[in-house]
């Protein structure tokens, strides 16, 4: 089945309901994961939840009327990126103007929130203006690389250009400090697992060499050079073509065993605990009698996050050097 017979576009109005949204987000779950195991690009899966979910929260916002105010619906974290595995968390950003949300339309957003969290979408949401938004930032790193890499998905375009240009490095964290903070936060991370990445239940996304390392060096690109993609970095000239690609393929790995698990257990965690690994294993194709799949899928696990660590090191030297040199 294609994915476009399963659009909430397909839906009018009138039966835009919950148990009908609930009943397109099941089977919209189920078609990825029948792609997962028919072997489709994992890129273009996790792409395609994101779309899916614009797709669903835009004919929302407009049910619940919101595109006849001044109200934006913005997408950040992950979600930002257009980076959704099966059951990743939707983290919106609902950009309000003036200086004061109005009581009636907070209520409604209330409602709006309360029926994503009924459709079981694991929902983070903030409701702020932009001054909020520059004050929170400026305290706090996390906020600030979310407002960052802010993507629109509908509401006031006006507002959302607002956004951009007051967190834009001319006014708000600078590359230098923005570089900073976050190899100071990595630090910081990794000193929670001792330094280490070869855990025997890893984290997918915190472990030293897992996900979380190649998305500073996204950030820290996009924040210097406005780079919005890991090839962007070849052109300026910190990684050749065959790096990239090495980095792309520990991404895509990576990408793969998470999706595999949020599969298996219908959830959004990403800690590849014993009790787990044997069902990733299989569903990912590592074959075998015995702990032969396990064993297989770990060791390939340990040389991903092995490789990732040695080019995050080398490009966060390579960084140091051009923003603090």
């Known amino acids: 089945m294609d994915a476009s017979l399963l659009s909430p576009h397909l839906l009018p109005d009138d039966q835009l309901t919950r148990e009908n949204c609930k009943e397109y987000l099941s089977r919209f779950l189920g078609w990825l994961h029948a792609r997962f195991d028919a072997g489709d690009n994992i890129i273009e899966l996790v792409a395609t939840r994101s779309e899916y979910m614009d797709d669903l929260l835009t004919r929302l916002w407009q049910k619940f009327g919101f595109d006849k105010t001044a109200l934006t619906l913005i997408a950040v974290g992950g979600y930002g990126r257009g980076e959704l595995h099966p059951h990743s968390d939707i983290d919106l950003l609902i950009l309000y103007e003036g200086d004061e949300l109005d009581e009636v339309l907070g209520l409604r957003i ?190 390939r696990f340990y040389q991903t996050v092995r490789r990732v660590s040695e080019l995050n090191e080398m490009l966060l030297q390579l960084f140091d050097e051009a923003i603090l040199g």
Not at 118 to 137: S, T
Not at 173 to 196: M, N, V
Not at 207 to 220: C, F, H, K, S, Y
């Open 110 to 299: 209330g409602e709006f929130i309360t029926l994503l969290w009924d459709l079981k979408l694991e929902v983070g949401q903030a409701v702020r203006n932009v001054a909020e938004c520059i004050e929170q930032g400026r305290a706090d790193i996390t906020v600030a690389t979310n407002l960052i890499e802010a993507r629109y998905i509908t509401g006031n375009q006006e507002a959302f250009q607002q956004l951009k240009e007051a967190t834009g490095p001319q006014h708000f964290w600078p590359s230098e400090q923005f570089f900073q903070a976050k190899r100071e936060e990595q630090a910081l991370r990794h000193q929670q697992f001792q330094g280490t990445a070869y855990k025997l239940e890893p984290d997918l996304k915190s472990n030293p060499g897992g996900l979380r390392d190649i998305q500073t060096l996204a950030w820290v690109a996009r924040r210097h050079f406005g780079a919005t993609t890991l090839f962007e970095m070849t052109s300026h000239g910190f990684l050749n073509r065959a790096e990239y690609r090495e980095l792309l393929d520990c991404q895509n790995f990576l990408w793969k065993v998470r999706f595999a698990l949020h599969m298996a257990i219908n959830k959004g965690d990403n800690r590849l605990l014993f009790d787990r690994q044997r069902t990733v294993a299989q569903m990912l194709g590592f074959e075998g009698d015995g702990n032969s799949p396990v064993e297989q899928m770990m060791k």
